[in-house]
């Protein structure tokens, strides 16, 4: 089992940059790939990157492409999602989770695949 506590979350201006961390207990944090979901208010959780067990495959939406990137430490058993560019559009409340199955291609973009949430953290992004 892992638990997980995001962190790094705020109230910025459009095109500036945040840094979410999500800090994982357990001694086992690189045997899960890692997922970043948001949500708003209404809408169902929809996905925003992804990254393997090793770190070395990323995936992302379309609209996060180019502007986020995903990062993880196996040695600080913490996993990052830098913000760049951010636009209103982005807030919302950012979720860290963590998949204890062997993911491959689009499961890495499905709620359900993901067996450990944290509590999310707040992101918005004003005009």
């Known amino acids: 089992q892992v638990q997980l506590v995001e962190s790094g979350g705020g109230l910025v201006q459009a095109g500036a940059s945040l840094r979410l961390s999500c800090a994982a207990s357990?001694?086992?944090?690189?045997?899960?790939?890692m997922g970043w979901f948001r949500q708003v208010p209404g809408k169902e959780r929809e996905f925003v990157a992804a990254?393997?067990?090793?770190?070395?495959?990323?995936y992302y939406a379309d609209s996060v492409k180019g502007r986020f990137t995903v990062s993880k430490s196996n040695v600080e058993n913490t996993v990052y999602l830098q913000m760049n560019s951010l636009k209103p559009e982005d807030t919302a409340v950012y979720y860290c989770a963590a998949a204890s199955t062997y993911l491959s291609g689009r499961y890495y973009y499905t709620v359900s695949e993901y067996d450990y949430w944290g509590q999310g953290t707040q992101v918005t992004v004003s005009s």
């Open positions: 990254i393997s067990r090793s770190g070395g495959v990323t």
């Open positions: 357990g001694r086992t944090f690189s045997s899960y790939a």
